[in-house]
């Protein structure tokens, strides 16, 4: 609900809605950093992921209504030289 700046706005029904939160583990597979051919790479799939939802918000949902879709963290791997196995997700979405 856009307003003037310094003025609050109303309107009737729903303003304010609940939210959820989930947690995403994306399993690859892994291998040396000189050998990215031979790993499927969850960052990759963490990446298109994160894309995707994005892009339910700002394509899909109806302009009039509100939506929320939020990558609050990502996380992979502490080593170098390595494609990992595991990148772990939080979404939040209202």
Same mark, same amino acid.
């Given at each position: =609900?856009?307003?003037?700046?310094?003025?609050?706005?109303?309107?009737?029904?729903?303003?304010?809605?609940?939210?959820?939160?989930?947690?995403?583990?994306?399993?690859?597979?892994?291998?040396?950093?000189?050998?990215?051919?031979?790993?499927?790479?969850?960052?990759?799939?963490?990446?298109?992921? @994160? =894309?995707?939802?994005?892009?339910?918000?700002?394509?899909?949902?109806?302009?009039?209504?509100?939506?929320?879709? @939020?990558?609050?963290?990502?996380?992979?791997? @502490?080593?170098?030289?390595?494609?990992?196995?595991?990148?772990?997700?939080?979404?939040?979405?209202?």
């Amino acid at each position: =609900m856009v307003g003037i700046a310094g003025y609050v706005g109303h309107r009737s029904g729903a303003i304010l809605s609940g939210g959820d939160s989930l947690q995403i583990k994306l399993f690859g597979r892994g291998s040396h950093g000189s050998q990215p051919q031979n790993s499927i790479d969850p960052v990759i799939m963490a990446a298109a992921t @994160t =894309m995707r939802l994005q892009t339910i918000v700002s394509r899909e949902i109806d302009p009039d209504k509100s939506a929320v879709a @939020t990558v609050g963290s990502l996380q992979a791997g @502490t080593k170098w030289r390595r494609n990992l196995s595991l990148c772990r997700s939080l979404f939040f979405i209202a």
